[in-house]
Each structure stands twice: as structure tokens, then as C-alpha cells.
């Protein structure tokens, strides 16, 4: 998932240089609306708070593990090494809790009462980057060997088998009223995530010519979106929201989870490699069609044919500075910008539709802003 | 899965032509109790009508997955040709899901509002061979190449995580007011699961004399005692029982489980090829530590030692009858065959103490002969 690669590489909390800063217009910036701070600090604090009340619900439900499995599953939430020492603990911004609990606040729910489905969330995030790395043969996640290769496949499979029964089992004991219909919905996206990163792992072995632009966009809402989606979706569960600002809180998820894949593809070609942690130009290395390239192939101009040849073979030594500016050139950066802006106007068009307080709302369009506006 | 390899690649209905019939004792037989019909045709009946009410739930719910996951479900359930066309099918004798609706009739339910948690079972158990046979490279189930071999590891493993997502998805949208306590103890029994396949995977890395018996035996409960265990306990709850009696049933099916497993492995060694499904002394080529071989290696005869030295290189031409021959000097056969009946008798006290009519307990009891009364 290069989602999540970029994600958990990047610091949890980059200064943000970006395109703002730079005059150049913001993809993912709330277009008049309420702002969060510019410098993020207003989403840092709800993720630090979310993370102090979501983390010990967490660690709990993994420490629940028997002996083999535990240790696995706590090397890859960063809180052991992989000798069973104690570590300091890397596991990611946590943002999809944090999306919970902010949807709980933003119907007038009370957090604590969902802190148990924000760590099933979690779980279930957590259950698929095992399984992800496991197929992407993906070597590095948080600046550590991924749990395969300091376990095995077999052992990471079956950790990850472990997260997600250990995330169905909070809900099922959970004695909230909304906990059953939070279960079915989870289960639910889990199918549509495994949906999601089958269709990334058929498309990878396909020629370049051979994938369209909404194979790749309904294949970046299933691995992206949809537990965003359901992140807030379940926040507004546990609210008590009804059927119709439960929806509209999976769209908000959905559409923000999209363009963040956007933006994300985005800095995956031109990001400044010191702050996404990968080395530049890593994603058409390895020939991925993320959305800027795939944008670029359909484009029918003369670079998309251009690109597609240099895509038709491996990577050769001086290759990338022309398959960055073949993208470019047929218009895949410029179509993923406006792409990330257009998903995140209509993102916020849901949650108002929702929600149309902007002080309930904050919290909610902090965390947007946050994973959609980062250094590029 | 040893068990399960033997189960699915037995006819679902062997002719029973066991000890019994040889006049020898039968280790799973009940101890001066009520018999199932001495054909095992009371237990077809079971079956076959257990089938008939939760194939169509079954099948619903795989047919709720998105096409790809579908149609790699569907051949794993032989639904389907790998080529998509519609296959007779041969999905198994499907015991666990009858175990489910027997148990809710034993204590006094209605089995048909159980039909959905005996399917979550029976998804449970296809999701766990799925995954096993990555682990394990099994090329054959169900006399057909295993999903991995036909679809790849990485659409099996999705497969799998699928059917584990749909159990609980089918349990969280069950009305039933014992729902949320069955996908609790469903999702527990998956952890427990996923710790025997890791121990059993372990297990097989190391040396012949670095096994004891209680691990195996604790591995074998947790891979096949603790499913049948819970399918029982979830069948008790259905039926509205309390935490005695559902813990009773647990342990009943856990026990029977047990006695299944010792007996699969004594097939495994002693069976008619023609019965098992496997070439005679497969397990035993293959250096699995199966428990009659393990009893063997721990009892300290000389036999053990032979036995030993045997099994740590791999198998020669030649080696087999040898192998045999020192697993029943050793006295594995027999142990196992003791033990099969001491697990059974145990087995039934559990049962007997839920259920003390034997009538009511009737169904339980066909089942739990007929899995373990089987052709050796």
C-alpha cells in the first residue's frame, strides 16, 4: 500500500513547507472554509489525546495474544524489538482512530465511549499492513524490518489473522448499542480492503497499456478510502447518528482517503526524498501505476506513449528523470492535483451535509486537512 | 492441517469396516452408553440435513463477496471449476456447522435460528485451511489443488481473510440475542486457532527430540479441539443455556476433537490408502511429528531412539515399513489408541453433565462416533 509506506515513513508530525508555502495552490486545502491551524498543531493535539486514550485499549487487546503471536504483533506496533525487548514504539500517526473519535465528538457522542471500536479500527488496519507487506514482498515499514521478514510469512499471516479476530472480538464485547452494527459494517470493509489489494496485486502484473483510470481510482477507494470511510462511519454509530449522517460520514472518510492516495502519489514522484523517507522516484522504479502515472498513460498524448514504453521494462539506470518528466509532461501531476482538490471539496461537502457546524466539525477537518496537505 | 487433510479427502460417507467390525476395541466408541446407529447412517442423516439448511446461508454469504474473492471462494468451496464454470461441489462433510444446529436442538433450541452462527463456523474453518495450506504448501484438498495452487498466495490469503471478515459480519447482523456472546467466543476460538498453526508450523522445524507430548497435544487442541469446541458452545448459547452448560459443550467438542485427532493421525499411519485419500505413510515420509510419533519418540525405548535417528533425515526409499514399524514398537499406536478412548469417555462425561437425557443428547453423540469411528 503506498499509502501506508509514505505514511508511517514520514515523521508524525512534518513542518509543513509545502505548496503553500511555495504560492502554489493547496490540492487538499479546505477551499474557503474553516481552516485547522496552517502549522498542523491543531491536529497534532487531537492525535496525541486520541493516541493517550485509544493506545492502552490497544495494547491491551494485543497483550490478550497467547505467547508467538503476541510477540509478533507487538514487534510490529513498534512496542518490542524483534528480540522481545522493550521499544519505544513507532506505530504510525494512529489517524484512524482519531478520525472515531473525532466523528463521535462532531455528532455530539461522548469519545470515550468508542475508544474500543477506534482500537478495532486500528486492529484491522494493522491486520492488513501485515498482510500487505507479506505480498508486496515490502521489506521496510517504520523505519523497521516488516514482521515477515524478521518472522516469516507464515507468521505474519497469522498475526495478522489474530488482529482482525481480536478486532471483531472488542466490538462483539462490547456492550455499547451501536456495537453490532459497527461489527457489520467493519467486516464489511474488511472484504472490500481485501477486494482492494487484490486488485492491486492483479494490476501490478498487467502491461501498462492495460489499466484505466477508474480501475485505479476504485481501487485507491477500496485500499484508501473505505476504512476512512468506516472510521468515521463508526464514529457516528457510537454517536447515534442516523442512517443518513452515518453515510455521509463514510463518504467525508472516503473522499479525504482519496485524496490523500492522491497527494500521496504525488510526493511518491516529486516529494522531497528527506521527507517522505523513500528515495525519489522509488514508486516508478518499481514501475507502479499509482494515479499520476496511470492518469498519464490514458492521457493520449505523445509522452503517455512514451511513458508507457519506458514502463514496458524494468528500470534501467538514467531512466527516471525522463519517466518523471514523461508523467509530467502528459499531465499526470497536474490531473492528481486537481483530482485531490476536487475529492476533498466534495469530502467536505459531506460533512456538512452532516454536520453543518463548523465548531462540531473541527476536529473532523483538522484531521483531513492533516493527511491531505503535507510537504510536497 | 492433518485432520483436515484426511477428513475432506474421505468419501463423506465411508462404509464403516472399522475395529469393531475386526473385533477389535474401538477407541472412540461410547462406553456402555447410547449408540449412534452402528452404520454411522443416523449421523449421514445429521449431516445431510445440517447441510440442507446451512449450504444456502453459506453460499449466500460467498456470493456476497466482490467478483474475484467470490470466484476464488467458490472453488475453494468446489462450487466452482478454477475457470469459473459451476462444479457439483464437495465442500467437506461440513461437522462443525452440524455440531452447531445438534447442540441447540441438545439443550433445548430451536435449531433453525442457529443457522447463521453455524455457518460463521463453518466460514471460520474454511478461512484457517485456506491460510494452512500456504503454510503448509499443501497442493491437494477436497481430491482438487488447493486455492494457492490454482489462484496464487496472495489471492488465497485475501480468500481466507474474507471468509474470516463474512463469519463475523454474519454473526454481528444476527438478531439473535446470543449473537454478540457467539462472535465473541468465535473470534476468541480464531486467536486460539492461529497459536496452534503457529506451533504446529514450529513444531515441524525442529528436531525429533526436542518435541514433548503435552505440546503436542496442547497444539493438536488448539487446531482441531477448539473449533469443534466452540461450534458446541455456540450451538448451548443459541439454545439460551447457561455459562455451565455452554462451557460443558466446549468442552465436549474440544474432548471429541481430540479423540478425531488421535485416531486421523493412527490413519494416517495404519490406514487403507484407498480410504485415506493418501498414499500409505504419507505423514510418516514427510517427518511430520503427528501424535503416535511423538508418543513414540518420548517413550524412552529403544524403538524411540530408532525412530529418532530415522527422522532426522529426510525420508529414503526404503525407510517406511522401518518407520512403522519402530512408531509401534515404541508404542505409539497404541497410546494413541488409549488415549483416543480416554479423550472420548472424558468427552461424553462433559456432554452428559449438559445433558443428561440421552435422547436429547442423541445427535451429539452420532456426530461425535461418527468422526471418530472411522476405517483404520
Known amino acids: 500500500m503506498g499509502e501506508l509506506m509514505t505514511e508511517t515513513q514520514q515523521s508524525p508530525l512534518p513542518a509543513v513547507e509545502g505548496p503553500e508555502a511555495r504560492g502554489e495552490p493547496v490540492p487538499g486545502g479546505v477551499p474557503g472554509g474553516r481552516r485547522g491551524s496552517p502549522d498542523g498543531q491543531e491536529a497534532a493535539g487531537i492525535l496525541e489525546r486520541s493516541r493517550a486514550s485509544v493506545?492502552?485499549?490497544l495494547r491491551r487487546a494485543v497483550e490478550s495474544l497467547p505467547g508467538p503471536l503476541r510477540r509478533i504483533a507487538l514487534y510490529h506496533f513498534g512496542w518490542e524489538h524483534a528480540d522481545g525487548s522493550p521499544a519505544a514504539g513507532n506505530s504510525g500517526k494512529a489517524i484512524r482512530p482519531a478520525l472515531v473519535l473525532a466523528a463521535v465528538r462532531a455528532l455530539g457522542g461522548q469519545q470515550e465511549?468508542?475508544?474500543?471500536?477506534?482500537?478495532?479500527?486500528?486492529?484491522?488496519?494493522?491486520?492488513?499492513?501485515?498482510?500487505?507487506d507479506v505480498m508486496d514482498r515490502d521489506t521496510t515499514r517504520r523505519h523497521r524490518p516488516t514482521a515477515w521478514a524478521v518472522f516469516g510469512d507464515a507468521d505474519a499471516v497469522l498475526a495478522g489473522d489474530s488482529l482482525q479476530a481480536l478486532a471483531h472480538q472488542l466490538l462483539a464485547e462490547d456492550p455499547h448499542p451501536a456495537s453490532s452494527a459497527a461489527a457489520a459494517r467493519l467486516a464489511s470493509c474488511v472484504v472490500e480492503l481485501c477486494a482492494g489489494q487484490h486488485t492491486d496485486t492483479a494490476m501490478e502484473r498487467r502491461g501498462p497499456d492495460d489499466v484505466t483510470l477508474d480501475e485505479v481510482l476504485a481501487m485507491a477507494e477500496a485500499k484508501t478510502g473505505a476504512l476512512l470511510g468506516c472510521a468515521c462511519a463508526l464514529g457516528a454509530l457510537y454517536a447515534g447518528a442516523g442512517e443518513e449522517d452515518v453515510e455521509a460520514l463514510d463518504a467525508f472518510g472516503r473522499e479525504a482517503g482519496l485524496a490523500f492516495q492522491l497527494i500521496d502519489d504525488v510526493i511518491g514522484i516529486w516529494g522531497d526524498p528527506s521527507r517522505t523517507g523513500k528515495p525519489a522516484g522509488a514508486d516508478l522504479m518499481a514501475r507502479k501505476k499509482s494515479l499520476p502515472v496511470v492518469a498519464a498513460l490514458t492521457s493520449g498524448t505523445s509522452a503517455a506513449a512514451e511513458l508507457a514504453e519506458l514502463y514496458r521494462v524494468p528500470?534501467?539506470?538514467?531512466?527516471?528523470?525522463?519517466?518523471?518528466?514523461?508523467?509530467?509532461?502528459?499531465g499526470g501531476r497536474d490531473w492528481a492535483q486537481v483530482q485531490a482538490a476536487d475529492r476533498m471539496a466534495r469530502s467536505l461537502q459531506h460533512l456538512s451535509r452532516a454536520v453543518p457546524d463548523p465548531e462540531a466539525a473541527g476536529g473532523l477537518l483538522s484531521l483531513a486537512e492533516f493527511v491531505t496537505r503535507r510537504s510536497m
Chains 1, 2 share one sequence.
Open 55 to 57: 493506545d492502552p485499549e
Open 113 to 132: 465511549t468508542a475508544v474500543r471500536a477506534a482500537a478495532a479500527v486500528e486492529l484491522v488496519h494493522n491486520f492488513t499492513l501485515l498482510h500487505d
Open 315 to 330: 528500470y534501467r539506470d538514467g531512466d527516471l528523470e525522463r519517466t518523471v518528466l514523461a508523467v509530467e509532461r502528459a
